[in-house]
């Protein structure tokens, strides 16, 4: 399946998250309303208001403005650069299904037939208490340099993030799906609205 066939499948799905083109005000707000599940997240990030929160995720997103990510080892390079403290990366072949974290009232239909076996790359990397960098920046920083990726021709349709503690422990979870990164480097989604979609797809284990 080619990623123009996942934004046709997955076009609810994205939906449900914040609108597609040209977000409205009304949206993003409707969007902050519902928080994701980031309890075990650093804590003066969540202390944050909403609004702030999506400021520091899109700050990790624009660090890759300018960014050449060209295939897998690059993007783990770029990571590593950025502090993210990546414990592994690899790519797998695996059923992927709709992401619907989150349902909107006003959709009628959902769709929860799996795209078939498509290939995802996975990623686990360490968030410590002690970073620099903060959770939410983190999720930015993946975001942003995966869509660069993407805009390389890269071929997976979903990364898969897993976030683990200093033990080596899942904690969290979230996803970028290849359509939001295609629709962010085709500009219309803003980096904002972008790096808000995993972030309130992060859920906690």
């Known amino acids: 399946m080619n990623r123009r066939t996942l934004l046709k499948r997955g076009g609810i799905g994205v939906a449900a998250v914040v609108a597609v083109s040209g977000c409205t005000e009304e949206t993003l707000e409707e969007a902050e309303t519902n928080p994701p599940f980031l309890d075990d997240l650093n804590e003066e990030e969540l202390e944050l208001p909403v609004n702030q929160q999506m400021d520091v995720v899109e700050g990790g997103v624009l660090r890759a403005e300018n960014a050449r990510i060209e295939n897998v080892g690059g993007f783990e390079a770029y990571l590593e650069e950025q502090g993210v403290s990546v414990e592994e990366?690899?790519?797998?072949?695996?059923?992927?299904?709709?992401?619907?974290?989150?349902?909107?009232?006003?959709?009628?239909?959902?769709?929860?037939?799996?795209?078939?076996?498509?290939?995802?790359?996975?990623?686990?990397?360490?968030?410590?208490?002690?970073?620099?960098?903060?959770?939410?920046?983190?999720?930015?920083?993946?975001?942003?340099?995966?869509?660069?990726?993407?805009?390389?021709?890269?071929?997976?349709?979903?990364?898969?993030?897993?976030?683990?503690?200093?033990?080596?422990?899942?904690?969290?979870?979230?996803?970028?799906?290849?359509?939001?990164?295609?629709e962010y480097n085709e500009g219309i989604t803003t980096a904002r609205e972008y790096g808000n979609k995993p972030r309130m797809s992060t859920k906690s284990e």
């Open 89 to 182: 990366l690899s790519e797998t072949e695996k059923t992927v299904e709709e992401k619907l974290e989150i349902e909107r009232e006003d959709v009628e239909i959902i769709e929860n037939e799996p795209h078939g076996e498509e290939t995802v790359l996975e990623l686990e990397y360490v968030q410590s208490d002690r970073t620099e960098t903060g959770s939410l920046y983190a999720i930015g920083v993946i975001a942003g340099g995966y869509a660069s990726l993407v805009g390389a021709e890269y071929d997976a349709e979903l990364l898969e993030a897993t976030i683990l503690d200093e033990s080596l422990r899942s904690f969290a979870t979230f996803d970028v799906l290849a359509s939001w990164a295609g």
